[in-house]
């Protein structure tokens, strides 16, 4: 029912929208119609009605190329960024291997040109999290030394964070990545690897979990 409620308003918006566009044609309606995209794709995707999920991400690329293509600010780059990490989590989803690999990585190229040009915490987190997302995707590829390569940039870079500024998504990249190496490293009968990111995995999800408790 709440996702029914969601669609009936997101569509309205969308035809709000969509109307704005047609007889204004300003930046501003462009970029709040591609949010709204984006939002209805997001909501299919959780419904696991992924063609209709496609079909509204793929809209609000369309126009987040558009805006990129005509302003380049920072916020189109990085939300032209988060639109390719959706549909290439989508595909993922859809066992589309090869298609989530070709948006995963068009996102992670973007939240490198964010890093080198203003390197924020956000700009780490985003690409410390692609780097994750493209790790956990080739091991599901049976890639495993690509797999491993950006589990441990994942790492390296969520750890290079001070602790006391690390965020939740920082530590999730940290422990997600730490399981799959570990799972990596018992394949190859690296006991004693896997041993070690198990234990980082663990311990960084120790951080989490009393976080959590002190906000309860």
Same mark, same amino acid.
């Given at each position: 029912?709440?996702?029914?409620?969601?669609?009936?308003?997101?569509?309205?918006?969308? +035809?709000?929208?969509? *109307?704005?566009?047609?007889?204004?044609?300003?930046?501003?309606?462009?970029?709040?119609?591609?949010?709204?995209?984006?939002?209805?794709?997001?909501?299919?995707?959780?419904?696991?009605?992924?063609?209709?999920?496609?079909? $509204?991400?793929?809209?609000?690329?369309?126009?987040?190329?558009?805006?990129?293509?005509?302003?380049? &600010?920072?916020?189109?780059?990085?939300?032209?960024?988060?639109?390719? *990490?959706?549909?290439?989590?989508? $595909?993922?989803?859809? =066992?589309?291997?090869?298609?989530?690999?070709?948006?995963?990585? #068009? &996102?992670?190229?973007?939240? +490198?040109?964010?890093? #080198?040009?203003?390197? &924020?915490?956000?700009?780490?987190?985003?690409?410390?999290?692609?780097?994750?997302?493209?790790?956990?995707?080739?091991?599901?590829?049976?890639?495993?030394?690509?797999?491993?390569? $950006?589990?441990?940039?994942?790492?390296?870079?969520?750890?290079?964070?001070?602790?006391?500024?690390?965020?939740? +998504?920082?530590?999730? *990249?940290?422990?997600?990545?730490?399981?799959?190496?570990?799972?990596?490293?018992?394949?190859?009968? #690296?006991?004693? =690897?896997?041993?070690?990111?198990?234990?980082?995995?663990?311990?960084?999800?120790?951080?989490?979990?009393?976080?959590?408790?002190?906000?309860?």
């Amino acid at each position: 029912e709440r996702y029914v409620e969601s669609e009936i308003y997101l569509k309205k918006s969308i +035809e709000l929208k969509e *109307n704005l566009k047609d007889s204004r044609n300003s930046i501003i309606d462009t970029s709040e119609l591609a949010i709204c995209y984006g939002s209805l794709g997001s909501l299919y995707c959780s419904m696991q009605r992924y063609k209709e999920s496609e079909i $509204y991400y793929k809209k609000a690329i369309y126009l987040r190329e558009e805006l990129k293509k005509s302003r380049n &600010s920072i916020t189109d780059i990085s939300d032209l960024a988060s639109s390719y *990490n959706n549909l290439g989590y989508l $595909y993922r989803s859809m =066992q589309k291997y090869e298609e989530s690999e070709i948006y995963l990585k #068009k &996102s992670m190229y973007l939240y +490198e040109e964010l890093k #080198k040009s203003r390197n &924020s915490l956000t700009d780490i987190s985003d690409l410390a999290s692609s780097y994750r997302n493209l790790g956990y995707l080739h091991k599901l590829m049976k890639n495993y030394d690509d797999a491993e390569f $950006y589990c441990k940039e994942a790492i390296n870079m969520a750890e290079a964070i001070p602790n006391n500024n690390q965020s939740h +998504e920082d530590r999730k *990249n940290i422990v997600y990545s730490g399981i799959a190496l570990s799972e990596l490293y018992y394949k190859k009968n #690296k006991l004693g =690897q896997a041993k070690k990111y198990m234990e980082k995995a663990l311990k960084y999800q120790k951080l989490i979990d009393e976080k959590s408790n002190e906000l309860e």
